[in-house]
């Protein structure tokens, strides 16, 4: 049996990479990736010169059977997305499912990704939180964020720039225009930057200064929401 490695990328700064990130593709077989082109820049500015295939949301159930073929065989692959670490919010979920079914071995390396930085960054509890990744861009939003109103942990959500605005507006429907927030976009980027604020006070911020950029937004969770009121009044 090979070893299914799934790799995390730099979401921004390519000093972000590990060394022992760099060792497993220069050591693979094969490196799958989204985009060949995006995958290209970052592994020819590491020297990597491993043979590369597209793997992505729109061919991993075509490709999938012949790569644990290749692991069970005894080779070597590794995963990689365009940035940040397969499978949150990227293709990697359905290929690890179908190697570690297949008794292959999975390894998943620690490293970039951009809920946590943002997460930690936004000065709201991190002990306990949910990731929600991006919301549905049409049918079920409202459900699925009319199911979070009770929540109490701090959540976390991925969204284009081009949606921020809605968002943040949708989340004053839904949370109430008071409640804290923090912004956080171009992480780990020249451009990175994190606002914080109430929901009300962000999406006027974005309504005069257009978004740019990738977004992760952290909202505070319900209950907790009253506790850091209470200690901002302390001090």
């Known amino acids: 049996m090979g070893t299914l490695y799934l790799v995390p990328t ?3 700064n390519l000093e972000d990479m590990t060394f022992r990130a760099i060792r497993i593709l220069k050591e693979a077989d094969l490196i799958l990736c989204e985009d060949t082109r995006t995958s290209g820049v970052l592994l020819k500015h590491f020297e990597i010169k491993n ?3 597209a793997h992505h949301k729109f061919n991993e159930h075509g490709t999938t059977a012949h790569i644990i073929q290749r ?3 005894g080779e070597t692959i590794a995963l990689i997305s365009d940035a ?12 690890a499912r179908e190697a570690a079914a297949a008794g292959v071995t999975v390894q998943t390396l620690p490293g970039a990704t951009a809920l946590i ?3 930690v960054s936004s000065g709201f509890p991190c002990d306990r939180f949910c990731f929600e990744g991006f919301l549905p861009q049409k049918k079920g939003r409202k459900t699925h964020l009319e199911s979070l109103s009770e929540e109490s942990r701090t ?3 991925y969204e284009s720039p081009y949606r921020v605005e809605k968002t943040l507006q949708q989340f004053i429907e839904t949370f109430g225009a008071e409640r804290r927030a923090a912004c956080a976009r171009e992480i780990s980027k020249r451009y990175e930057e994190t606002r914080r604020g109430t929901l009300e006070e962000l999406l006027q911020h974005f309504k005069t200064t257009p978004p740019k950029g990738e977004f992760v937004l ?9 506790k850091i009121k209470s200690e901002q009044m302390r001090y």
């Open 155 to 157: 959540m976390v959500f």
């Open 218 to 226: 952290v909202v505070a969770g319900k209950e907790r929401e009253k």
């Open 71 to 73: 692991l069970q065989a």
């Open 51 to 53: 043979k590369l295939m």
């Open 10 to 12: 730099p979401v921004g």
């Open 117 to 119: 930085p943002a997460l």
């Open 84 to 95: 940040g670490t397969p499978g949150i919010s990227d293709p990697g979920f359905f290929l």
